[in-house]
Every structure is written in structure tokens, then in C-alpha cells.
């Protein structure tokens, strides 16, 4: 929506034709706003939206390509059950990869770009999300082999690394983490009940306090859509930076131990 206030036609990838329809029926604004049934874990629907989009750009041509679809699966690994594994991985590296296939003919004619929404977890991984972890840190991995594959063509691959926000994702997380936890074996989800709990609640009171807004982030998307010369990523949220500079800066033993620190406090 704020690309579209923007004055961009936005071709916006919905998972469902109600909120297609809801989206279609937002007041006029400088932009176009065309909402696209898309699920990023189908084949079909990819090359679907893929086709409508290029019909619909013959005119005009794809400048970029925003790939930002997201779950996220908490619990302890053990816990996790491998067929969540698996649509974890679909939805949030499979699926950006898929999706930037069936694109990248289009991108590399305009010499576009690519905007892959990451997250601070690319850089520091806490304990019970290692499966979104692995997706992010893969995200990063795959757009940095994507700038450089891309850079003689002149398509401009650029990261998001979020932090948090507050946004539905965090209701999600609880029920997919009481899911994992209900199909663990019951002596195996005991060692992890205790920690485990005070993490998700420790999560939702960092969401309900903090000040990075879904605007924040909207404002980084359209800076790496905009911009002549984008940055290769976007921190947004003092989160996002603190775990660059953790990375960048503290031995991991460090790390280790105030992550340790910080989810002894919230017990």
C-alpha cells in the first residue's frame, strides 16, 4: 500500500481471493494496486502470477521484485516435526527462489531489482527459532550468490533484515510452537516446557514494546525499490543492528552467554 501511495503499480501477492478482494476495494490512490492470488510453495501458482504479471507489463516492464513471504516455526529442534521443517524451508527459501525464477527474465530486461526481506535472525540466531533461522540465514546466502550472478546484467539484489515488529506473526508463533510441543514425545517436551515458555512470552512483550512499525519497514522496502544506487541491506529497528554488529563483533562464546543471560532473566 505504500508503493502504491507511492505512485507504483503494485501487483500484491495475497494467499487468498478474500483478501484480494479486500485490497481491491481500498480508496484510489496515486498509484495501481492489482492484487495476485499467489502461494509460493505451488508451482502452478507461481507460473499463474508469473503470466498474469508479464501480460500485464508488456507495456510497461518489471522494475522489481519484492520477495516477502514468511512463517515462523518456533520450538526446540528436537521438538520440531519434520514436515513443518520442510514448509518452513518451502515458504521462506524455496519459495523466494521459485518465485525469483520465474521473474528474473523480466527483471533482467529492465534492469531491475531484487528486494528479499530477510530478518535480524540472518544474523543471530536465538535458541527455539533455529528453523526460521536456517531459512533466513539461507536468504542472505542465496541474495548475496544472486547479486553476484546478477551484477553483469544489472539487476540490483538488495536484503530487509527486520527487527521485530509487532504484527500478527507473533499469535502464529504460539500456535505453531504448541504444535510442535504437542506432537514431541511428553518426556522430551518436559526438558524443554520451562525455557521454552518463558522465550515465547519474553517474544510478545519485545513485540508489544517495540517501536519499529510496519511503516519502518515499509519505508526500508520502498528505499531499496527507489533508490539509483541500493544498498545491499536494510537493517530496520535498533534490534536489526545490535545482532549485525553481535556478528560482526562478539566471539560467539560471548554471544552464547548473554543469550544465556538474557533467557535466565526471563524465567
Excluded at 480508496?27 to 507461481?46: K, N, Q, R, W, Y
Excluded at 521473474?103 to 528479499?116: D, E, H, M, T
Excluded at 500456535?175 to 506432537?183: H, K, L, V, W
Aim: net charge positive.
Amino acid at each position: 500500500m505504500h508503493l502504491n501511495d507511492l505512485g507504483y503499480r503494485v501487483f500484491a501477492g495475497v494467499r487468498s481471493e478474500s483478501i484480494a478482494e479486500q485490497l481491491a476495494n481500498l480508496p484510489p490512490s496515486t498509484g495501481e494496486l492489482i492484487p495476485v492470488v499467489l502461494d509460493v510453495t505451488d508451482v502452478a501458482s507461481i507460473a499463474r502470477a508469473g503470466d498474469y504479471v508479464e501480460l500485464r507489463c508488456a507495456d510497461t516492464a518489471l522494475w522489481a521484485l519484492v520477495n516477502n513471504a514468511g512463517i515462523c516455526i518456533g520450538a526446540p529442534l528436537e521438538c520440531v516435526p519434520i514436515n513443518l521443517m520442510r514448509i518452513q524451508l518451502e515458504t521462506n527459501l524455496v519459495g523466494a527462489l521459485a518465485v525469483t525464477q520465474r521473474f528474473l527474465p523480466l527483471l533482467r530486461a529492465s534492469k531491475g531489482r531484487i528486494v528479499n526481506v530477510s530478518s535480524g535472525i540472518g544474523a543471530v540466531t536465538p535458541p527455539f527459532l533455529g528453523a526460521y533461522a536456517a531459512c533466513e540465514f539461507g536468504k542472505e546466502g542465496l541474495s548475496d550468490a544472486l547479486r553476484r550472478e546478477l551484477r553483469p546484467f544489472g539487476v540490483r539484489v538488495s536484503v530487509i533484515e527486520p527487527g521485530v515488529v509487532e504484527t500478527p506473526m507473533w499469535r502464529k508463533l504460539h500456535a505453531s510452537a504448541e504444535q510442535a510441543i504437542a506432537t514431541a514425545p511428553a518426556e522430551i517436551a518436559a526438558i524443554y516446557r520451562t525455557r521454552f515458555t518463558a522465550f515465547l512470552n519474553a517474544c510478545e512483550a519485545r513485540a508489544h514494546a517495540t517501536k519499529t512499525t510496519p511503516m519502518h519497514y515499509a519505508n526500508a522496502v520502498a528505499a531499496a525499490v527507489v533508490a539509483k544506487r541500493p544498498k545491499i541491506r536494510y537493517r530496520v529497528g535498533p534490534d536489526s543492528w545490535a545482532s549485525a554488529l553481535a556478528r560482526r563483533v562478539a566471539p560467539d562464546r560471548l554471544t552464547d552467554a548473554l543469550i544465556a543471560l538474557a533467557l535466565k532473566l526471563s524465567t
